[in-house]
C-alpha cells in the first residue's frame, strides 16, 4: 500500500514563495507520473502539475506557468513543488498523487493514490 504525505504548507504573502514536499512509502514510485492537485473552497480539484517517471515530460496548468516548479527524486521516492510569486487564488488544499501510469497527466482519474493535503493561504 501506498502512502503519500505532504509537507510544507502555511500561510505567506502575496509575493511570497513555498515549498511543497511529497513524501512516498510503501513502495517506490519511480516507474509511476506524479502530480500536485489543489482544491479550493466551492471549487472542483484541478492538476496544478504533473510529471512523469522520469521527469522528461511535465504538465503545468496555464494558471501557474512560470510559477511553479515540479521536481522529483527516485533515490528519495519523493517529489516537491516550488511555488514563487504566490497570489490569493492559489490559496487552496494541495495534494500530492501518484499516477498508475509512467506518463504525466492532468486527468485526476490516472492518479491511484493520494496524499491528505496540506493546506497554503496567500494573504493579499
Known amino acids: 500500500q501506498v502512502q503519500l504525505v505532504e509537507s510544507g504548507g502555511g500561510l505567506v504573502q502575496a509575493g511570497g514563495s513555498l515549498r511543497l514536499s511529497c513524501a512516498a512509502s510503501?513502495?517506490?514510485?519511480?516507474?509511476?507520473?506524479m502530480g500536485w492537485f489543489r482544491q479550493a473552497p466551492g471549487k472542483e480539484r484541478e492538476c496544478v502539475t504533473a510529471i512523469s517517471w522520469n521527469g522528461g515530460s511535465t504538465y503545468y496548468a496555464d494558471s501557474v506557468k512560470g510559477r511553479f516548479t515540479i521536481s522529483r527524486e527516485h533515490a528519495k521516492n519523493t517529489v516537491s513543488l516550488q511555488m514563487s510569486s504566490l497570489k490569493p487564488e492559489d490559496t487552496a488544499v494541495y495534494y500530492c498523487a501518484a499516477s498508475t501510469y509512467p506518463s504525466d497527466s492532468p486527468n485526476s482519474y490516472d492518479y491511484d493514490y493520494w496524499g491528505r493535503g496540506t493546506q497554503v493561504t496567500v494573504s493579499s
Open positions: 510503501g513502495r517506490t514510485l519511480s516507474t509511476n507520473a
